[in-house]
């Protein structure tokens, strides 16, 4: 295709402000697919992802569009992910495009996730198009929206495009504005090949699928292609675009966004953001500003049932062929026995691979309490990168401990702003930024991820009544006075409920946490300490009183049928619940024994 009648763009946007249904739209009034064909929200494909109303992977799809200049162009839509977690492949996805439209819910107005995604867009130079969506709705309010948008991220809104992609109102405007104020790639066919890897995944037919945008030289059938990372070689069986469904074509030339498979056995040989050249006369230098997506957060997770251990180191390598991101290795519990330690870009993706191993492969976990990685400097000078605080060493032999901080940026409406501070000065938050958009307040706090990892993103919403958005980057470790503390039922140490505390916070944390697994844990026919330990020092202590009646008493032993059911049912219950020496703690007591409120 002539460089000229290509546009290459992405769509960004806050969570529910209606990112998908515009791509449909764009996609429908293109006739690209049949509105009989149509499915609602054609790009989001996986389940989770539908039911959750979020997009996890990047996704693409061309566009052959007729525009009312009489010329036909190619827009080729790159659709991004919409959550914190996958900051790193919205980046690099920004980077294969060169422009954004950016939506914003003209009833709603703009949120911490837009100005997240914006960011990237602005550092990934692109043109930009507001798109002000939801205009339908009676609350939309197009002036005060574009003027939010031209204060908080000062960029030039009076052209905006109002937008239902609800009617259809407003989105011939839209590919107006795409081939008009986008400006074309450039490239040059002649050079050596140069290629951005921008996703992979695996389909069940085809193997390994790699999304490609050719920045230079031209991709064929055929040919031998090398990924400049690590410098595997692979031959190209096919190529194609799609459209949105796979159309198979014979090249892809300079500006061109479409996918490659080359019989490359798992999706972690391939990598975000890696360069794909020529085995042969190949290019000199790779792209810039590559750097494989760490996991942050790390949980271990067992099965409930023993018996399906293989079966869930099964399911796990499986996941992990699709996601390179996603990392893990096998881990044994005193208490829970054996099991991986996984780690994941964040919470979302934690639960998206969690829900997964449980809903399609029919396995029940435990999740164990989330951890951040530690740096932990010993005495002797080296550093210990701690994923799990069971395996934090001795402390004679430590240092001092570093934490992992971040950036977050919170949006609110004025009413819960002071909320919103209380809840992060609990947090161990150091306030930065504090500046006013209209009616709602932009804080930026300085936190521990620790902080923040497990149910703020919970606590903000119930204390805003769901009103804030929030958003944030890691910005690197600080030293703080960091402990591990340890939980005691039954005088045994249960590992799976170790986590690494402020000192200040530790006698609260650790009335809190005994506190809710007096309620968590079912009462047994003898009395249970609990206690939480720093060392060997206790600083919060309750007792489960011993259960005084038979739970069968009350059935008289007259109704045998009953009986035999509440037994039963005693079973099945049973089932979600480990064994702790004498003790019988149910599955979800480790989630639900470290939310703090
Ligand atoms: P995304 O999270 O940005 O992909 O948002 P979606 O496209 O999933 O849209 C979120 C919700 O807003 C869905 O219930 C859509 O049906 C709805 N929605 C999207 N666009 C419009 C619009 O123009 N008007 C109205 N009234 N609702 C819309
Ligand atoms: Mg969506």
């Excluded at 050719?214 to 692979?234: A, F, T, W």
């Excluded at 792209?287 to 018996?307: E, H, I, S, T, Y």
């Excluded at 919470?347 to 976990?365: F, G, K, Q, S």
């Excluded at 606590?459 to 805003?464: A, F, G, Q, Y």
Aim: net charge negative; aromatic share 6%; with cysteine.
């Amino acid at each position: 295709t002539d460089l000229a009648k290509i546009r290459n763009f992405s769509i960004v946007a806050h969570i529910d402000h209606g990112k998908s249904t515009l791509a449909d739209r764009l996609i429908q009034e293109t006739g690209t697919v049949e509105t009989r064909e149509m499915k609602e929200q054609l790009l989001d494909s996986m389940d989770i992802e539908r039911e959750r109303g979020i997009t996890i992977k990047a996704n693409t799809v061309r566009i052959d569009y007729l525009a009312d200049d009489g010329e036909q162009y190619v827009l080729n839509l790159i659709d991004t992910p919409g959550h914190v977690d996958f900051a790193y492949e919205v980046s690099r996805s920004m980077r294969a495009v060169e422009g954004s439209l950016l939506v914003v819910d003209s009833s709603q107005g703009v949120e911490a996730q837009t100005l997240a995604n914006v960011y990237h867009a602005i550092e990934a130079n692109h043109e930009i198009v507001p798109v002000l969506n939801k205009i339908d709705l009676p609350a939309s309010d197009c002036d005060r929206v574009a003027e939010q948008i031209e204060d908080v991220i000062g960029i030039d809104a009076t052209g905006a495009i109002q937008v239902s992609a609800k009617t259809g109102q407003g989105i011939h405007e839209t590919l107006e504005a795409i081939v008009k104020e986008l400006p074309a790639p450039e490239g040059n066919r002649d050079a050596p090949l140069k290629a951005m890897l921008v996703d992979s995944w695996y389909d069940a037919y085809l193997g390994v699928i790699v999304l490609v945008r050719v920045i230079d030289g031209v991709l064929r059938k055929g040919d031998r292609i090398k990924m400049m990372q690590n410098g595997s070689v692979h031959p190209v069986d096919r190529i194609g675009v799609f459209k949105p469904e796979m159309t198979m074509i014979d090249e892809l030339g300079p500006g061109e966004i479409g996918f490659l498979t080359a019989s490359i056995k798992q999706v972690r040989d391939t990598r975000v953001g890696d360069t794909i050249t020529h085995e042969k006369k190949g290019c000199a230098e790779p792209l810039p500003g590559f750097k494989p997506a760490q996991p942050v957060v790390f949980c271990g997770l067992f099965p409930v049932d023993n018996a399906e251990f293989e079966d869930l180191r099964d399911s796990i390598e499986k996941l992990a062929l699709n996601d390179a991101s996603f990392s893990y290795e096998m881990e044994t519990s005193a208490a829970l026995g054996f099991g991986f330690r996984c780690g994941f870009l964040g919470l979302l993706h934690l639960e998206v691979i969690r829900d997964r191993i449980e809903r399609e492969y029919n396995i029940e976990l435990i999740t164990t309490a989330p951890s951040v990685i530690y740096h932990v400097h010993m005495r002797d000078g080296t550093m210990l990168e701690l994923h799990n605080p069971a395996d934090m060493p001795d402390l004679t032999h430590v240092d001092h401990i570093e934490e992992p901080r971040i950036k977050a940026t919170i949006l609110v409406p004025d009413e819960y702003l002071g909320d919103v501070l209380k809840l992060c000065q609990d947090r161990r938050g150091i306030q930065l930024d504090l500046t006013y958009a209209g009616s709602r307040a932009m804080v930026v706090y300085d936190l521990p991820l620790n902080e923040v990892v497990f149910d703020f993103y919970d606590r903000l919403k119930s204390v805003t009544k769901g009103y804030a958005s929030f958003d944030y980057q890691l910005t690197g470790y600080r030293e703080d006075f960091l402990v591990k503390m340890t939980v005691l039922v039954n005088e045994d140490p249960v590992d799976a409920l170790s986590t690494m505390v402020h000192r200040d916070r530790a006698e609260q944390r650790g009335r809190a946490l005994v506190e809710k697994l007096k309620e968590l844990i079912p009462r047994h026919m003898f009395k249970i300490p609990i206690q939480a330990a720093i060392g060997g020092r206790v600083v919060a202590r309750e007792t489960l009183s011993a259960m005084r009646k038979d739970v069968t008493a009350k059935c008289y032993g007259g109704d045998v049928s009953r009986k035999k059911k509440l037994l039963e049912k005693q079973k099945a219950g049973k089932k979600k619940m480990r064994q702790f020496g004498k003790v019988e703690i149910p599955q979800q007591a480790f989630i639900n024994a470290l939310k703090m409120d």
